[in-house]
């Protein structure tokens, strides 16, 4: 371990943060440390002390999220197990599984694009930390599908992992879109600019396309 020393309490949390920033901005690959460590007000060496370098810092800005997306659904994925399954609580858990989607993507808006570019280039940075972190997630919320189908709330041809794809790719792509000056986001702006509204119409969308 390096013997750079940091006065600084808060360094690490704030060199997250501002390279969160750049890297949505830049992307890795014209991100420098350098520029990382200016715009934190602190040594370039510290990148190096708390991360091991440039693609240690990048891959703990994804790891950090994909913690922080765990901690908000922790208490609805574990009431999945808890209850006995009716329509009316299927619609009540994806509501909420969605809200969780969306919110992420609305308060985080650096990590969307961040995690956008690692989708088009396969995954090279976040792989670890979605099969980790995220894949374990994603196979309680296919508990709760599966469930609903073998209730006869969910049409039993409907494959788990397509919908879960379809739905966040749905919520991913909409984002992408959300602040783009084209005509067809102005058509939808006040859904857009309305998390609550939003939900609904995807609850309506894919909902309606799923129960019996």
């Not at 520029?35 to 060496?45: F, G, L, M, P, R």
């Not at 991360?51 to 703990?60: A, T, V």
């Not at 990590?111 to 396969?122: C, N, V, Y």
Request: aromatic share 8%; net charge neutral; hydrophobic share 40%.
């Amino acid at each position: 371990m390096s013997d750079v020393k940091d006065s600084k309490p808060d360094s690490k949390f704030c060199i997250l943060g501002v390279a969160t920033k750049l890297f949505a901005k830049l992307g890795i690959d014209k991100c420098s440390t350098r520029e990382i460590a200016k715009h934190s007000d602190v040594n370039v060496s510290l990148i190096s002390y708390y991360f091991g370098g440039k693609e240690g810092l990048y891959k703990e800005c994804i790891r950090n999220h994909a913690l922080t997306i765990l901690d908000s659904v922790k208490e609805t994925v574990e009431e999945f197990d808890k209850q006995e399954l009716t329509r009316e609580l299927f619609i009540e858990d994806m509501s909420r599984m969605v809200d969780h989607m969306i919110q992420s993507q609305w308060h985080n808006p650096e990590m969307a694009k961040i995690i956008a570019r690692e989708k088009l280039a396969g995954f090279p940075h976040a792989r670890e930390t979605h099969i980790e972190i995220l894949y374990p997630l994603i196979q309680r919320f296919y508990r709760l599908f599966e469930a609903g189908q073998e209730k006869g709330i969910v049409k039993k041809e409907v494959s788990a992992p397509i919908f879960f794809m379809t739905l966040m790719e749905a919520i991913c792509g909409i984002f992408n879109m959300k602040d783009c000056d084209l005509p067809l986001t102005r058509d939808c702006a006040h859904i857009l600019n309305d998390p609550v509204a939003l939900r609904k119409q995807l609850i309506s969308i894919y909902l309606t396309g799923v129960l019996q």
